[in-house]
């Protein structure tokens, strides 16, 4: 099992910045690759980007490409998500999951075993 917990959600002005964290502890070992999804009221949740526990490679939804960063640190085993330009369509719960599990970099929400609780994210305009 691994558990993840995020942090870092808040309201902020359109044209601002957020730092989101997920921390994971338990069986960190087996972690492959991570997640960055986002839910806003009555909508699907969607991928926002991904990145491989070993090697570093990232992938990003065109919506958030050039505007967010995910970046990792081993050490910590933990994740982070830097959002910047933000806009009020950027507005949701922001989750962090993972899997143990290799191959591509999905979005695809269901190739996902371990999902943290969520942070709220309101970007004003």
């Known amino acids: 099992q691994v558990q993840l917990v995020e942090s870092g959600g808040g309201l902020v002005q359109a044209g601002g910045s957020l730092r989101l964290s997920c921390a994971a502890s338990?069986?960190?070992?087996?972690?492959?690759?991570m997640a960055w999804f986002r839910q806003a009221p009555g909508k699907e949740r969607e991928f926002v980007t991904g990145?491989?526990?070993?090697?570093?490679?990232?992938r990003h939804a065109d919506s958030v490409k050039g505007r967010f960063t995910i970046s990792r640190d081993n050490a910590k085993n933990t994740v982070y998500l830097q959002m910047n330009s933000l806009k009020p369509e950027d507005t949701a719960v922001y989750y962090c999951?993972?899997?143990?599990?290799?191959?591509?970099?999905?979005?695809?929400?269901?190739?996902?075993?371990?999902w943290g609780q969520g942070t709220q994210v309101t970007v004003s305009s």
């Open positions: 990145i491989r526990w070993s090697g570093g490679s990232t």
């Open positions: 338990g069986r960190t070992y087996n972690i492959a690759r």
């Open positions: 999951a993972s899997t143990p599990g290799g191959g591509l970099l999905t979005p695809a929400a269901g190739s996902y075993d371990y």
